[in-house]
């Protein structure tokens, strides 16, 4: 959600960044693996009990991650790296998730629901965006919802930095992932029952 109507105030800055990595020689896929490098990290400061340098390094990860989507838009995107950002966005959170679960094996449990939960709106998401492309239909390139990538990082923040509630944070987080693939079901079956009629 926040991705979709906030990204016009951030975009100036991740447009400008873009530019001058552009002007350093470097590409899209080489900003993909440096977000992936950073953002795993997370994982590992946590289970160091570094909690702060842990979001940091999440939030700069997640700030790359829009930038280098920038910079495929101003040159020339490969399908490869489309593979590479999905693949190594799942593999970030992922990261944190464990990091959490073996720091507080306690809530182990509630973590792993959410993992699930992830799994199911990821599927959603991509398996509709591919019967849409055979289909045609342009419009729904991009599934938004209640959970975002940004929605996300500031759960995965709370989660972190507040560790007496990591329960009940990681529990909306899972309320919030099911909501939204439920909520993209739903609009896939609105969508792709139009097409079929021939709407």
Do not use: C
Request: aromatic share 12%; net charge negative.
């Amino acid at each position: 959600m926040l991705d979709t109507h906030a990204r016009k105030y951030v975009q100036p800055l991740i447009g400008k960044t873009a530019d001058q990595l552009l002007k350093l020689n470097l590409t899209a896929n080489q900003v993909t693996v440096a977000a992936f490098i950073i953002g795993v990290s997370s994982g590992v400061f946590i289970l160091m009990e570094m909690p702060v340098t842990a979001v940091l390094v999440l939030w700069i990860s997640g700030f790359l991650d829009a930038v280098d989507g920038s910079m495929a838009r101003k040159t020339a995107s490969t399908p490869f790296g489309t593979v590479m950002d999905v693949t190594f966005d799942r593999l970030v959170e992922v990261s944190v998730i464990l990091g959490l679960a073996f720091l507080y094996p306690d809530v182990m449990w509630a973590l792993l629901l959410l993992s699930v939960s992830i799994i199911f709106s990821m599927t959603v998401f991509l398996t509709v965006g591919a019967v849409s492309e055979k289909r045609g239909v342009k419009s729904f390139y991009y599934q938004a919802g209640l959970a975002e990538r940004t929605e996300g990082f500031i759960l995965f923040s709370l989660m972190i930095l507040f560790p007496s509630v990591l329960l009940y944070t990681t529990l909306l987080f899972l309320f919030v992932e099911v909501f939204t693939g439920m909520q993209r079901m739903l609009e896939a079956k609105r969508i792709l029952s139009d097409t079929e009629g021939g709407g």
